[in-house]
């Protein structure tokens, strides 16, 4: 989805328009991961803050049992 990539690619603006124009934050992929975990799997601290702050399940666990956090911590982010 667009906001996948924005996640992927840090595009911070473009994260700050899809949410506010109604973006799903916490849609999955076939893989059971949202926006969410490309943010930290990237590294990408304030996209990473602002999803939290606007509903992001930081929980969500992905079809391997795998958390946001801990996609974060296995890239070293």
């Known amino acids: ?15 700050n328009y899809l949410v506010e124009h109604g973006a799903d934050i916490n849609r999955e992929n076939e ?9 930290c799997q990237h590294g ?3 996209i990473v ?5 606007h509903g992001a399940n930081l929980h969500k666990e992905n079809e391997n049992g795998e958390t ?10």
């Not at 946001?68 to 982010?77: E, I, Q, R, T, V």
């Open 1 to 15: 989805t667009p906001l996948f990539e924005a996640c992927d690619n840090g595009h911070e603006n473009i994260v």
């Open 31 to 39: 893989e059971g991961k949202t926006a969410l975990f490309n943010a």
């Open 44 to 46: 990408n601290e304030w």
């Open 49 to 53: 803050k602002y999803l939290e702050e």
């Open 68 to 77: 946001p956090l801990f996609y974060a911590s296995k890239k070293g982010n």
